[in-house]
């Protein structure tokens, strides 16, 4: 890794660890809030890579890193310590954002424009845990945005077809995340997955990632595969299982095994590279913990997408603490020469988050 490449890697941590304050809170900026991924983001552009930097979060509020008014085109800089370090700039809101269904349904209740260029949808706003918030993720947000009118609970294949085609000739993206709440004990969401992705897929050609729990069958990787889903997703959160117990109490009821089995499951259907998960560093797997499991997952060719963990307002870990910089650059080093070494690289992935890249700066690690 070279100097400029070792700032750029640095300089990502330690945005998404410690957040962005804006100089102007009424600026007008959107803030995502709720639903796929860690939320309370900010798309920002940085050395020509689009990041999700947390803006609206309370840990936000005291970064040392501050941001200028954006300019009409969307650019700042951002300080720190008085000094400008970086020129930023602040995605325009995508067209497909103007239009509406027949019905009236706004496009943007039905699919948002993540980072750069990635559709994503979160195809069922809710959840069989959400009810009691005891049993529930506790990061989770899924019924925020539903409860305050900015999505619809169920998207339905036809209302995703006519967004995706939308947000392709409109904007350019180049693939798609759908992920969903989970409905039940047992597909998991494979089955709205399936039918979300055959719909898309007939209108137009798109790459998606589905991201669900392990189905209680195996038999579903090769529906969603047949469906049309190109990647898949599979998020552990977290490793180690008294942090799992207590950070999603429900989850954790699909232990570590059936994980493991369902990854192999799925290596061998969708291929190696192409089957990825989520862990949010931060909520109490030491670095020890963390790189072990992502040995482990890397082994089975199964992609470690490991994100700082943001609190979500609203949340009951709200105010629970983002991990330190230098926690993350412990884990996403040896990481990313881990994923460099067994030739698994996030740019070659049809869709999903680690093709993304924006939610960590692993990415920046594997050069
Ligand atoms: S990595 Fe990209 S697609 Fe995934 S949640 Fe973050 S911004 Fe969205």
């Not at 969603?224 to 977290?238: C, R, T």
């Not at 259907?269 to 109490?284: D, H, K, N, P, Q």
Request: charged residues 20%; glycine residues 10%.
């Amino acid at each position: 890794m070279n100097k400029a490449e070792a700032i750029s890697s640095q300089l990502i941590t330690e945005l998404q660890s410690l957040g962005l304050r804006l100089e102007d809170a009424e600026s007008g900026i959107g803030v995502r809030r709720g639903g796929a991924g860690p939320s309370d983001h900010k798309a920002v552009t940085i050395g020509g890579k689009t990041i999700m930097v947390p803006i609206a979060t309370a840990g936000a509020i005291n970064s040392p890193f501050v941001a200028d008014h954006p300019d009409t085109q969307g650019g700042s800089v951002i300080r720190l310590n008085g000094k400008n370090i970086a020129s930023i700039a602040f995605p325009r809101q995508p067209r497909f954002y103007g239009l509406q269904t027949a019905d009236g349904v706004p496009y943007s209740h039905i699919a948002t424009l993540h980072a750069a260029d990635v559709l994503a949808t979160t195809v069922l706003q809710s959840c069989i845990r959400y009810s009691n918030r005891k049993k529930s993720c506790q990061f989770c947000a899924i019924g925020q945005s539903l409860d305050a009118g900015r999505t619809i609970l169920r998207k339905t294949p036809e209302q995703l077809a006519e967004v995706a085609r939308a947000a392709v000739e409109l904007d350019g993206v180049k693939h798609m995340v759908i992920t969903t709440g989970t409905p039940n004990l047992t597909d998991r969401g494979a089955a709205i997955l399936c039918e979300s992705a055959l719909a898309v897929k007939a209108a137009v050609d798109l790459p998606i990632q589905g991201q669900c729990e392990p189905p209680d069958d195996d038999v579903w990787f090769k529906r969603m595969k047949a469906a049309g889903i190109d990647s898949l997703g599979m998020h552990l959160e977290a490793v180690t299982p008294e942090v799992r117990n207590r950070i999603m109490p429900g989850k954790a009821g699909v232990p570590l095994e059936r994980y493991m089995d369902a990854f192999d499951a799925a290596v061998s259907v969708f291929g190696r590279g192409e089957v990825s998960t989520y862990i949010l560093a931060g909520l109490g797997d030491t670095v020890e913990a963390i790189l072990s499991v992502s040995k482990q997952l890397i082994d089975k060719g199964v992609y470690p997408f490991v994100v700082p963990f943001i609190p979500i307002t609203g949340t009951p870990l709200a105010h629970y603490p983002s991990p330190d910089p230098r926690f993350m650059q412990d884990i996403l080093q040896p990481l990313g020469a881990m994923l460099k070494q067994a030739g698994l690289r996030s740019a070659d992935m049809k869709a999903g988050c680690a093709k993304c890249g924006a939610c960590s700066a692993l990415s920046s690690y594997e050069a």
